[in-house]
């Protein structure tokens, strides 16, 4: 059985990810860390990890944008959840007893609506949506609640208070990735053949002459002319190069399209490095599952 890491307590929002990503035949091992997830992926600890990379509403999760580029894990597959939020507490806690709320701090930003309509209530970043839950579980206060999922607040025996505590309750999604240490194996390319979901692509680079005015612009023309749909784009500081960028690109192509061969061999001319982290399919949206 394969063994599929990810960062929280069990019924973290990413353990459901894990399922969506792999199969529901896996052991999940949940880790403290985002890091300990690519640590265990290197090491051969594990077989897979179930990484959060951006929120509909939140933006991106930076943590795992710097770990790609650092371990350089290859993406394999994506999936995109509706994040319901609850917020639960002890069994018998009402609303007017809460004094503090604790949750990841995504969560926390997710549904910081609610924190605008209670200002006597105090929001306190914790490690994961499903640690908070533990954590109340254990201390035993019933002045303090969490916001996590339906399921986690079950799992540790919890009331649920409030549900669809999210700012934008039924449009809050985030988006994951699956990691491993090789990449998989892709669909033949078929001129003239629609594949869907479409083969999407995540390519690391930094540009050669950054300074020049319209460098972006003319690198991301190789996708342009060719009429490859970009869906994404991130910078991220270099790690010990100050004031230098790491792009990372996610576009619709699949590498053995002799188009996107073309492309990437027209972006080498406005970039001093690039790598390709991953091409896999587009994920699908789906609802939470345990
Ligand atoms: O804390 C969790 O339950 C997680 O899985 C992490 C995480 C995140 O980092 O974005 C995942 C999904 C939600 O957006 C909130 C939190």
Redesign the pocket.
């Given at each position: 059985m394969k063994k599929i890491a990810f960062?929280?307590r069990r019924g973290?929002?990413?353990e459901s990810a894990a399922y969506h990503l792999f199969g529901n035949d896996i052991e999940v091992v949940p880790m403290d860390t985002f890091e300990q997830i690519f640590q265990g992926i290197e090491t051969g600890v594990v077989d897979g990890g179930a990484i959060?990379i951006e929120?509909s509403t939140a933006g991106s999760?930076y943590d795992n944008y710097d770990l790609l580029y650092k371990w350089r894990h290859p993406i394999v597959a994506e999936v995109k959840l509706q994040?319901e939020h609850t917020l639960c507490a002890l069994p018998g806690t009402k609303l007017e007893d809460l004094t503090e709320v604790l949750s990841?701090p995504?969560?926390l930003a997710?549904c910081s609506r609610f924190f605008g309509q209670h200002p006597n209530i105090k929001s306190t970043a914790f490690y994961?949506?499903?640690g908070s839950a533990e954590e109340i579980a254990k201390r035993g206060d019933k002045h303090i609640g969490a916001i996590a999922s339906a399921y986690a607040a079950k799992f540790y025996g919890l009331d649920i208070l409030k549900q669809g505590l999210e700012n934008l309750p039924g449009v809050n999604f985030?988006r994951f990735y699956a990691i491993q240490k090789t990449a998989i194996e892709l669909p033949d390319f078929k001129a003239n053949e629609t594949v869907k979901p479409p083969i999407k692509t995540t390519l690391l680079l930094m540009l050669s002459d950054s300074s020049k005015s319209g460098a972006l612009y003319e690198a991301l023309g190789c996708f342009a002319k060719r009429k490859l749909n970009l869906t994404r784009i991130e910078s991220r500081p270099h790690p010990d190069r100050p004031w230098e960028y790491i792009f990372h690109l996610s576009f619709e192509g699949n590498p053995k399209d002799p188009n996107v061969v073309e492309a990437l061999k027209e972006l080498q001319q406005y970039t001093d490095f690039i790598y390709r982290l991953g091409s896999f399919r587009e994920g699908t949206t789906e609802k939470l599952s345990y």
């Amino acid at each position: 059985m394969k063994k599929i890491a990810f960062q929280g307590r069990r019924g973290a929002y990413s353990e459901s990810a894990a399922y969506h990503l792999f199969g529901n035949d896996i052991e999940v091992v949940p880790m403290d860390t985002f890091e300990q997830i690519f640590q265990g992926i290197e090491t051969g600890v594990v077989d897979g990890g179930a990484i959060p990379i951006e929120n509909s509403t939140a933006g991106s999760i930076y943590d795992n944008y710097d770990l790609l580029y650092k371990w350089r894990h290859p993406i394999v597959a994506e999936v995109k959840l509706q994040i319901e939020h609850t917020l639960c507490a002890l069994p018998g806690t009402k609303l007017e007893d809460l004094t503090e709320v604790l949750s990841h701090p995504q969560g926390l930003a997710q549904c910081s609506r609610f924190f605008g309509q209670h200002p006597n209530i105090k929001s306190t970043a914790f490690y994961d949506t499903a640690g908070s839950a533990e954590e109340i579980a254990k201390r035993g206060d019933k002045h303090i609640g969490a916001i996590a999922s339906a399921y986690a607040a079950k799992f540790y025996g919890l009331d649920i208070l409030k549900q669809g505590l999210e700012n934008l309750p039924g449009v809050n999604f985030t988006r994951f990735y699956a990691i491993q240490k090789t990449a998989i194996e892709l669909p033949d390319f078929k001129a003239n053949e629609t594949v869907k979901p479409p083969i999407k692509t995540t390519l690391l680079l930094m540009l050669s002459d950054s300074s020049k005015s319209g460098a972006l612009y003319e690198a991301l023309g190789c996708f342009a002319k060719r009429k490859l749909n970009l869906t994404r784009i991130e910078s991220r500081p270099h790690p010990d190069r100050p004031w230098e960028y790491i792009f990372h690109l996610s576009f619709e192509g699949n590498p053995k399209d002799p188009n996107v061969v073309e492309a990437l061999k027209e972006l080498q001319q406005y970039t001093d490095f690039i790598y390709r982290l991953g091409s896999f399919r587009e994920g699908t949206t789906e609802k939470l599952s345990y």
